[in-house]
């Protein structure tokens, strides 16, 4: 059968794509995507901060980039706290917080690709903390209270709606 | 304009063209490669994008397929000059573009590989990253093993990925079902009148799809821009692999570029639509009015006569769909169809010298605010540019007192101004032109008889309901 007919109503499509009026300006997958593959103390880019925390479209985006370069991650808890000790799952890694002072986050299963960076999430607020290197298979943070970030890290991930991004 | 896609599809293309600030000749290049306006293979540009990746990954050694992410995602690589900055004396480059190594065949250029980077962003973002996933996924198996097939094998995927992406957001059947109809109904003839355009939207009207009269007249004019380049395609169909007929390739891909980067159309309107805030140089209303005259680009300067019935009789069709659509409101079916309210082609004609003579004054006062120092002119130039300051102080219009505020607002305003006076200015002289050849007024009236007939026909169903 003949392709012209065919063609032309690509050629259509084409020439009314290259008309349809543009889009509302929004935060770009670039800028995004620069966010999400930053590293630890780097400078960030406060336009995409702000609109994090303000825009759920560019939340909900954010967290698809940075779930596709996780090395794992889980959006939900899959067991709940017991309130003392919380245990979690996040793909291969069994995540746990050990209460004392301060509390200790024990990361296990990082045998082969030892993640770098953990990233959670609840709600619209984030923290973004860089890892230690595995000791005999394990990754221990310390969540200590007088530094904000660790602090906020330690509350959040008692939560199990909080998501989990291991990068 | 009418067109084979769907939303999300134009938010993704948008997306990339706007991120990237793609020139205008890239952003066409990507629409044709998104609907699949490629011959003789429209599948070539992906596997010319997996290759690219391939070179890339062998170039920079990546840790795993986000670095392939990073690249495509970056707009500071969406130029020729900005690619071969970056990559110009690496491994897989030679002085024109990249190579890859097993793959003696292939080659891409500096504003190649820019194109391609964009279709990269494409398929990785699209359907606003639903499957961004799964792309990335691809790039980590292209990274780990970047060769020729790694390459091909992704060219495969990307291919399939781009294709299910088409039948989901670019639900081309019935345009394609129109110009097949369309060319039928011109037996092979290329050259077509102002008279078949109306003749074929009657046969259309009469078969029951009851298109619009300008969504019609809008399929003749990419079939005026597109059909000497579909001339000859059915011995391309029949490429066998990707390489064949190299140069048939090229010709068509430099032709078909062509015409929708040359299309200008997007800018006017895109012109009337962003116009920008300030006084009031145009009103609401005229903007209307003149998106409304210049949406058939070129068909407002070449077929004034299909512009007039497209003004008159196209809005009268538009107001009986939207007035089925909403059900209720404003004159019944029958009384529409009847065109006893289309507007007259005497009136719109004089409608289109009040723009373009409005339009004509506004580019005078611009002229004024513009040029300020005026010693060294002629007589005759200060004379004009004085006549221009007086009639700028008769304007009763918004923003037109305050002169800062104004020359301002002019200056933003300039390069719009200047496109659409001058496409006016070509309506106008063309309205002229066929008022000369026929009386407008009876040409109206054997019109409105042949629009009423068939709109009453395809409507009398609802009318009688």
Known sequence: ?167 | MTGGYDERCAADFAAVGEGRDLSRADRAWLARVVTGAVRPNRDRPLWDLAHALAALAQATGPRDGRDLVTLALDPGLATAEACAARFSGSATADTRGLVLEGEAGWHTGWSGLARLLALGEFVLTAEDLGSFGTVTGWLDELAAAPDADGAAFLAKRLARHLSAYRNAHLPLAREERRFRALLGFLGGRRAFSDADILAFWQAEMASGERPGFRTVAEHFVTFEAGAHLVDGLDGLSSAASLDAHQGWEDRLDAALSDLTAAEPTATLAALLADWPEGPKILTGAEREDLADFLRLEPFHRTRPLTTLRAASFGRVQSGIANRLRRGTGGADIAERAACTEAESYAALTERAAALAAHLARMLRIAAALRILERDGLSEKTRAALDAAEADLRRVRRAGFEDRAGLTAGFAAAETALLRVAEETARLERALAGLARQHPPDAGFEADRAVFAEALSAAYAGEAAA
């Open chain 1, 1 to 167: 059968m003949s392709d012209e007919a065919r063609l032309l109503a690509e050629l259509h499509a084409a020439r009314a794509l290259m008309r349809a009026p543009p889009p509302t300006p929004r935060v770009g997958h670039a800028a995004l995507w620069a966010h999400a593959t930053r590293a630890g103390g780097s400078p960030v880019d406060l336009a995409v901060v702000r609109a994090l925390r303000t825009d759920p479209d560019a939340t909900r985006r954010y967290r698809t980039l940075l779930a596709a370069q996780a090395i794992a991650h889980a959006t939900l808890a899959a067991a709940a706290s017991d309130g003392a000790l919380l245990r979690r799952r996040v793909g291969p890694f069994a995540l746990e917080i050990l209460e004392g002072t301060p509390p200790l986050l024990i990361l296990r299963g990082a045998d082969t690709r030892p993640p770098r960076t953990i990233e959670a999430w609840r709600d619209d607020e984030a923290v973004r903390l860089d890892l230690p290197p595995p000791v005999e298979g394990a990754i221990v943070l310390a969540l200590d209270s007088a530094v904000p970030e660790a602090e906020a890290l330690g509350r959040m991930l008692r939560d199990p709606r909080c998501a989990v991004f291991l990068l």
